[in-house]
């Protein structure tokens, strides 16, 4: 079997209209070139490309998915949210909720994004494919049921989730969410629930400044199966090994899924204009092969990464390159030119070890008050 790419050009064609980064132009801020949406799809064509030009493409399989259709899309969105993105969409464009805005046809390419996501899953859980990548446009993980934030317009990943439970019956997941911003649109739709594990690591108070904390751990059925890690901005590599050696991997080793999808943002490089982690290719490798040894150990294998943030274009094509050599086992001979700058610029010993002490408090926390 091989490791499947998916992607569509269409996708690369939503647009947020004329921004400067989130913002919408206004007195005080002159625009930027070529739109200027943080959002913008040069951080995926260039992924893409990079990929292309790498050697690995043809390793790789390019299945062609099919948007997602209304009936998948409503196991999540409720119809009055949908019915007036539709409406919006046809009218030219507009704004679902929160820095969450889209132009003509966004709500059919916000469907393809979707259907990247289903497709990739059911194969994934299908054995027709070892693993899979899904660049997927507009991203996902902050889209409430009825309101959408931050890009997002349709949450992705739940709704390749419960397209998959509808089809193939009750299963459990895990979501491992490492884009630097808090993943709360996953967070909320799973909170109840005992089925889905979702562990989000994420710069601390960085956006959504007031989600993401470590005590918010589930409610009810779904008491322990959500786990979020805040990270100190700056914190770098060692601080997403630590928080993989110390939480998400015990989390996983306990909670047991048959499936685990990454929430595969690309932001926490240390050139994003969004957040400030000081993360580089080399850690979006290192974390993938942890997950992927993770996913042979626990679940067969079943490992999918969807594609969320992450708007450096200098940086996100080898940080995603990095993510799908690990995911097909393989090294091309692409040489990131930033890596040893960025290694340069870790952070001092005495910073990374107070990051350490801050995980291992909570690991101890979170383990101790697990429900049983």
């Known amino acids: ?67 997602a259709t209304r009936a998948q899309m409503e196991r999540i969105h409720p119809p009055a949210y949908l019915d007036r993105f539709q409406r919006l969409s046809d ?133 322990g199966c959500n786990l979020n890690i805040p990270l100190l901005p700056g914190g770098g590599d060692r601080a997403y090994l630590d928080a993989f050696e110390l939480l998400v991997l015990p989390a996983l080793q306990e909670f047991r899924p048959e499936i685990i999808v990454i929430a595969c943002g690309l932001d926490a490089n240390a050139f994003d204009p969004l957040a400030r982690m000081q993360a580089h290719a080399g850690t979006y490798r290192a974390m993938t092969r942890l997950l992927k040894q993770a996913a042979e150990d626990l679940c067969g294998g079943r490992l999918l990464a969807v594609h969320e943030g992450g708007y450096s274009e200098v940086q996100v094509p080898f940080c995603g390159l990095a993510v799908i050599e690990a995911l097909c086992g393989q090294t091309s001979a692409v040489v990131d030119p930033f890596q040893a700058t960025i290694e340069a610029n870790q952070p001092a010993q005495d910073f990374a070890d107070f990051q350490r002490a801050r995980l291992a408090a909570q690991a101890r926390t979170h383990f101790s008050a697990q429900p049983g």
């Not at 007195?27 to 951080?43: K, R, V």
């Open 1 to 67: 079997m091989t490791t499947a790419f998916y992607h569509d050009e269409r996708c690369m064609w939503h647009s947020g209209g004329e921004r400067v980064l989130y913002l919408p132009v206004q007195p005080w801020l002159q625009p930027l070139a070529a739109g200027g949406y943080a959002e913008s799809p040069e951080t995926k064509r260039r992924l893409r490309n990079l990929v292309e030009i790498s050697g690995l493409w043809e390793q790789l399989s390019h299945p062609k998915p099919r948007p």
């Open 91 to 223: 009218a030219g464009g507009g704004d679902l909720g929160e820095d969450a805005v889209f132009s003509q046809g966004g709500y059919e390419i916000a469907a393809l994004s979707a259907g990247l996501a289903v497709a990739a899953l059911d194969d994934v859980w299908q054995r027709r494919v070892e693993n899979g990548y899904a660049l997927c446009r507009p991203p996902g993980h902050h889209c409430l049921p009825n309101f959408g934030m931050g890009f997002c317009l349709l949450a992705n990943i739940p709704i390749a989730l419960e397209t998959l439970r509808a089809e193939h019956g009750p299963l459990r997941a895990a979501v491992v969410d490492w884009d630097v911003h808090h993943g709360n649109g996953t967070e909320a739709i799973y909170y109840d629930r005992a089925d889905t594990l979702t562990i989000s690591l994420h710069q601390e108070r960085c956006y959504p400044v007031n989600t993401g904390a470590a005590a918010d751990r589930g409610r009810g059925a779904g008491l």
